[in-house]
């Protein structure tokens, strides 16, 4: 029931490239029942992935390693695979009748630099061998190995379709594992953190994760028994106290992100929008239309930059922009009350702000936002202060804007900051 997972690549250990893979794997296998003891993320050195390797086969059932795999110099998991484990290299005439088949529809000359992939330690199985995402398995010592390609959307294919269910099949009775993920935007960790506190003691064997992904905080609740209705019970009780105490903080579970669930409460209530947009540059915009269908309730957006442009295209008042500047709270009202009349929709969103790194005065500082909401008759506006770099703040307000539609649209009060 017990594995572990080495991820290989100098673009890991040096914090180059977040290591994805390793998240992925412990995830789907964790949900499936099984266990992850370790993971291991190493550069491309001899001697590291050697000793992580020996200590794996040591120590697990099963060992999951990614990258390695390729063509380039650095690519070197078989070579190290085959010395660490005592096993001479072997030309797999299956893989390189896969690799020159690759080669020659795209018409690339075959390289020893190519060849190289198809030299595997001797007993390994090649996982795959219909399909373009190659990989390779062997047995050691009664414990099952799996190598597969650093590149994510590789690695998840084999890791989905070939090697969890192989992993499953050596077990005839596992633990029934289930999880549930919830999504809060605007609650802060330390409020997080007081939560769990108050429902520390009744929760028998549930786990809880934390997991920042900002500008989101996941809630997850692990439980593992031994079948499904007492397992799916026991996690609908306890998710029920969770909402509870988190409310509307809460904006999904599961897969879902919030331009999903915008899109899907506007689609519901068959509301239509349209955005202005000041300092996300049309990042507010640029999700909603990512979802599939958006068509039917977002009818438009305007990226308004300069004052100018405000005037022109939102109708906002010269003298609002005189007196108040461009990031207030009346502008911003104006703003959403211009998209709304001109794109002739039921709401109208704008923001306008103050992203950085340069710009910020001590009244408005950088990270100075205001986000405004026309709906029927009132405009509603508020300002907020974002901590972070220009990305940050730029996501931040996006995120903010668009929690303000699912708020309206729930019936609950805006959010005063974070």
């Known amino acids: ?37 370790r993971i291991t993320s190493v550069g491309d050195d001899h001697k590291m992935v050697s000793d992580a390797l020996k200590r794996a086969v040591e120590a697990s059932r099963f060992v999951i390693v990614t990258g390695g795999l390729g063509s380039t110099d650095d690519d070197i998991t078989n070579e190290i695979v085959a010395q660490a484990l005592n096993r001479p290299l072997c030309l797999d005439q299956q893989m390189l009748d896969q690799i020159e088949d690759h080669a020659r529809v795209r018409r690339i000359k075959i390289t020893s630099s190519l060849e190289k992939m198809a030299w595997m330690p001797q ?27 650093g590149v994510p959307d590789q690695m998840r294919y084999l890791m989905d379709k070939i090697v969890l269910p192989e992993i499953l099949s050596h077990y005839k009775t596992l633990p029934i594992m289930r999880q549930r993920i919830l999504k809060l935007y605007g609650l802060n960790e330390p409020g997080i953190a007081e939560i769990f506190k108050k429902i520390q003691g009744k929760t028998g064997n549930i786990v809880f994760g934390f997991y920042p992904r900002f500008p989101e905080n996941h809630i997850t609740i692990s439980l593992r028994g031994q079948d499904e209705p007492t397992v799916t019970k026991e996690l609908d009780r306890v998710e029920r106290e969770v909402r509870r105490l988190v409310g509307s903080y809460i904006f999904a579970a599961g897969d879902q992100n ?9 689609l519901e209530k068959n509301l239509s929008l349209s955005v202005a947009e000041s300092c996300t540059g049309g990042l507010i915009g640029h999700r909603l239309t990512s979802v599939p269908g958006s068509s039917s309730y977002f009818h438009g957006g305007v990226v308004v930059y300069s004052n100018q442009s405000k005037i022109d295209l939102l109708r906002v008042d010269p003298r609002t922009l005189e007196t108040h500047g461009a990031v207030s709270e009346k502008t911003v009202e104006e703003m959403a009350r211009g998209v709304k009349d001109r794109i002739k929709t039921d709401l109208g969103l704008a923001v306008t702000g103050i992203a950085g790194p340069d710009g910020g005065t001590r009244q408005k500082p950088v990270g100075t936002v205001h986000v405004g909401l026309a709906a029927q008759d009132k405009v509603f506006s508020r300002e907020y202060r974002f901590w972070g770099n220009r990305v940050q703040v730029k996501l931040n307000s996006s995120m903010m804007a668009l929690d303000w539609v699912r708020r309206y649209i729930n019936g609950n009060p805006f959010l005063s900051g974070i």
């Open 258 to 266: 919030m331009e999903e669930v915008v899109g899907h409460l506007l």
């Open 1 to 37: 029931m017990y594995g572990e997972i080495i991820t290989i690549g100098n673009e890991l250990s040096s914090g180059r490239t977040l290591d994805l893979n390793s998240w992925y794997a412990a995830g789907r296998l964790t949900a499936s029942g099984l266990k992850v003891t």
């Open 123 to 149: 007993g390994s199985r090649m996982l795959n061998p219909e399909g373009t995402a190659c990989g390779f398995s062997l047995i050691e010592k009664e414990v099952h190995l799996y190598f597969l390609p």
